[in-house]
């Protein structure tokens, strides 16, 4: 994840799907994506995170290659995708998809959150 704006981005919402199911945490769509544990992993938190401008983190960093290049393999096949949805203080807010290469400038972020929320 990074910040190339001016200013802060406060992440609203996130989701992450596997075979377009939402999952809950990392683990869990690691587990689905490979049909096994996937090992050890690091994750830093997505949800209601503000990154001032430029700063930049993993959300996800997988330990081993070759778990990692099995992951980017279903990736690939579109087996996993996800959304985040971020604002401004000024409150624009814009969803950023693995879906599209462009941001979705927007209102608000969906005022009732994905119904399996995210908690990683």
């Avoid at 001016?6 to 490979?34: C, F, H, N, S």
């Avoid at 778990?67 to 980017?72: G, M, P, Q």
């Avoid at 996993?80 to 941001?103: H, M, N, P, R, V």
Wanted: aromatic residues 8%; hydrophobic residues 40%; glycine residues 6%.
């Amino acid at each position: 994840m990074e910040n190339k704006g001016v200013g802060p981005a406060i992440i609203k919402y996130a989701v992450v799907r596997v075979d377009g199911k939402p999952q809950r945490t990392w683990k869990e769509a690691m587990t689905r994506l490979l049909g096994a544990d996937p090992g050890p992993f690091n994750v830093d938190a997505l949800l209601h995170r503000v990154m001032a401008p430029n700063d930049n983190f993993a959300a996800f960093e997988i330990a081993s290659p070759d778990t990692a290049f099995k992951i980017v393999q279903q990736a690939r096949k579109g087996r996993l995708s996800g959304e985040i949805c971020f604002c401004s203080l000024l409150e624009t807010c814009w969803l950023a998809s693995t879906s599209s290469a462009k941001l979705d400038e927007r209102r608000a972020c969906a005022a009732t959150p994905p119904l399996t929320p995210f908690q990683d």
